[in-house]
């Protein structure tokens, strides 16, 4: 299963596990009760919102002496870049005059924003300050002043769950996601696979929807989930058929774009067995760009005709296909794939998108061709 998430615009994978995190809580509350649950002192502790919410909320519950509990929040976030500078300071209203102070954020990565709340407590008359953060960022921080209490070092990269978010979003996700710095919405991946009958397609569809997380678009599928579902396009193709007409390019595009539409949090799609002609092409290309997307590329699984004649045979009887075994029908196949489908190739080498792998070998070694192209 697909352990992506999407948040507005962009898609970020899992990072560090809930137990984990936990973990490193009950390790920053141990140091701070050695510091102070014998010392006699009743510290401050400040919440720094609105990230720091659930580390503070988690940490509070461990700590073994008295404290009281402040919030104060500051601005210097925009999406996933932070401006390293404070934009508001907004709510303080214990004194702090003359007190020792324990500071929570959620994460420290360059060190502008707590080394100027550092001052501004400062200011406001704080005998100590320490600061206790759930994640720091070492290789951007560049203060010498020590950060007393750290949950645990991160890479230097946009993260969000446990309290963190982007653009307010994601702050109550139990374990950490970092970004996919791969995929967002505007870069979906669309992948046509690609060939001859008996060319191996469908093998190698699962293998890659397995490997990627891809999301498998077969148009005879869709076709048959529309029809049992009793959509408007399903009960529209249904009616063509009984009547024994085609399905019209229309129809089928509708049913891939409301696929597309019904998953919004995949990697991407792996089309197989559309477009079939340059018509359904020039459709699909027409539909995506309705969607501010395109086509990836096409991958080509080639074998030559004498091949094709060989695996159709040998399906045929694997499968229990007594009329894939007559010569006429094969040669049927192979003229119809000539004559229609082949110029799909021809549209598609125009735009640049074509690839071509040799479909002779192992599945492995075939697979590995369409992965070292994608």
């Known amino acids: ?27 920053v509350a141990a140091k701070v009760n050695a510091d102070y649950k014998d010392s006699g002192k009743i510290p401050v502790v400040i919440c720094v919102l609105n990230g720091s919410i659930v580390f503070a909320g988690l940490l509070l ?9 402040a919030a104060i929040r500051v601005t210097s976030y925009e999406g996933t870049r932070s401006t390293g ?28 924003t707590i080394i100027k709340l550092c001052e501004h407590l400062a200011f406001r008359g704080a005998k100590v300050v320490k600061i206790c953060t759930m994640f720091t960022k070492p290789e951007v921080y560049h203060y010498d002043r020590k950060l007393d209490y750290v949950g645990m070092e991160i890479q230097n990269k946009f993260v969000v769950g446990f309290g963190l978010d982007y653009d307010q979003l994601g702050r109550n996700i139990p374990d950490l996601y970092i970004l996919d710095e791969n995929l967002s ?19 190698q569809a699962k293998l890659l929807v397995d490997k990627f997380g891809f999301h498998h678009v077969s148009t005879g599928d869709l076709l048959r989930k529309e029809m049992a579902a009793g959509t408007p396009l399903g ?11 085609l399905v019209p390019d229309l129809v089928v595009i509708g049913m891939i774009k409301s696929e597309i539409e019904n998953n919004p949090n995949v990697p991407g799609f792996l089309f197989d067995g559309f477009p079939r002609t340059t018509d359904q092409a020039a459709a699909l290309d027409e539909m995506l760009k309705g969607l501010d997307q395109s ?14 004649k060989e695996r159709i045979r040998h399906r045929a009887m ?10 006429e029908v094969i040669a049927n196949r192979i003229r119809t794939y000539h004559e229609k489908t082949e110029p799909v ?17 192992t599945i492995e070694e075939i697979f590995d061709k369409v992965c070292e192209i994608m």
Do not use: W
């Open 1 to 27: 299963m697909d352990k992506r998430i999407k948040l507005h615009d962009k898609y970020f994978v899992p990072y560090i596990s809930q137990d984990v995190l936990m973990k490193a809580v009950d390790d």
């Open 61 to 69: 519950t461990r700590l073994e002496f008295p404290c009281e509990l």
């Open 85 to 112: 500078n404070i934009k508001d300071v907004l709510g303080l209203t214990t004194d702090v005059d003359g007190r020792d102070v324990i500071l929570i954020e959620d994460i420290v990565d360059t060190g502008n």
């Open 185 to 203: 919405e505007n870069d979906m991946k669309y992948y046509i696979l690609f060939g001859p009958p008996g060319a191996g397609k469908g093998t």
């Open 235 to 245: 009960l529209k193709a249904k009616s063509l058929i009984e009547q024994g007409a």
């Open 295 to 308: 086509v990836t590329s096409v991958l080509s699984i080639s074998i030559s005709d004498e091949m094709v």
């Open 318 to 327: 694997m499968e229990n296909r007594p009329d894939d075994t007559k010569d």
């Open 345 to 361: 190739i021809d549209f598609y080498k125009a735009q640049g998108k074509y690839r071509e792998i040799n479909g002779v070998g």
